[in-house]
């Protein structure tokens, strides 16, 4: 089923937590809202699950308002943090539940059940409670109690968020692999950009209430909006330096430093006539050397990360610092010499105001 937010706000009060969103969710979409904690997030999950009224705007359902309707009518199963068990039923009774109260038929729901449980393999934790399970366990039960009634959509909220930092993995791959396997409509709340990345098939980044972007991770990623989605996603983060278009000399010209723009660059500052801009720069399009390169910019190292598979080394130009990434071999002392290349190709430019120019 799809779903459509149309120009949705939500104020408690004077605060207006959620501010004009408009999003069109495509049937068998998986589609994750990322943003910080107080963006609006759940709140809009809540909107399209009715628990929550909309102050103004349109919830749509496959083409049909919905604001109106109550939780139960609009055939969407929502999935929590807390898994919100029944701690004095079974996981068998858990999941049986949303059947039962649609006067399912016992042998129905029997078989409902049980392929249910082999699909998320619970099947053998049916007759424990959730007390008795582990974090992870208790997620799968959840997940099974969402997916046993065929909803014509799920809307998850951080439900990998309490399992530790394996499981939260292994359990992102299966989900993942879930959703492909139902194909059915999924809005999924995180606030951890690389859940959404991994997860999505669109992600709608958000900030204080109004959607920054809504794109393809790789888009988010390669192309962002602002300054907030660019520095929002990708880890270690996007390095950021204010400066201004030297068309004279042709370079990006800081306080501290200058690099050389491209041929396509130069054109398109000097034909927007642009002059303070901040630049973009991703931690792997800086590499570093500790032997002097030719045309390379000195900094000075500020301590090194080891990741094993690679290096996160963080410098500093003065008093600019940066964070580039290095292979896992890569080794430096606090204050060793380093010389900088940046891929100038793909650097990425915002406006004083953050937009992407
Ligand atoms: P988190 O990841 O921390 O859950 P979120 O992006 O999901 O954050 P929301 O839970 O949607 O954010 O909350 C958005 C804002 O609305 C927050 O500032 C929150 O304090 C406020 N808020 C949420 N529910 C209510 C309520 N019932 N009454 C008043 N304010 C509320």
Known sequence: MSIALHRLTKSFGVAQVVDDLSLQI??????????PSGCGKTTTL????????????????????????????RDVAMV??????????????????PLRVRKMDRDQISEQVQRTAAMLEIKALLDRRPRDLSGGERQRVALARAIVRHPRAFLMDEPLSNLDAKLRL?????????????GTTTVYVTHDQAEAM??????????????????????????????????FVGSPTMNFVDGEIGLAERRFVNPQFALPLTESQLDRFQRMGMKQVTMGMRPEHISVSLGELSGGQPASVYVTELMGNETFVI??????????????????????????????????WFDQAGARI
């Open 315 to 348: 410098l500093e130009i003065d008093t600019t610092r940066l964070v580039a990434r290095a292979p896992g071999e890569f080794r430096a002392a606090t204050s060793d010499r380093a010389w900088l290349k940046f891929d100038m190709s793909k650097a990425h």
């Open 198 to 231: 991994t997860l999505g098939h669109r992600v709608a980044v958000m900030d204080q209430g109004k959607l920054q972007q809504f794109d393809a991770p790789l888009t988010i990623y390669n192309e962002p909006a602002n300054r907030f989605v660019a520095g």
């Open 80 to 97: 929590f943090q807390s898994y919100a068990l029944y701690p004095h039923m079974t996981v068998a009774e858990n999941v049986a539940y």
């Open 46 to 73: 809540r909107m399209i699950a009715g628990l929550e009224s909309a102050t103004s705007g349109d919830i749509l359902i496959d083409g049909e308002r919905v604001n109106d309707l109550p939780p139960q009518r």
């Open 26 to 35: 495509d049937d068998g979409e998986f589609a994750v809202l990322l943003g």
């Open 170 to 182: 292994q359990m992102r791959a299966e989900l993942k692999h879930l959703q492909q396997q139902l």
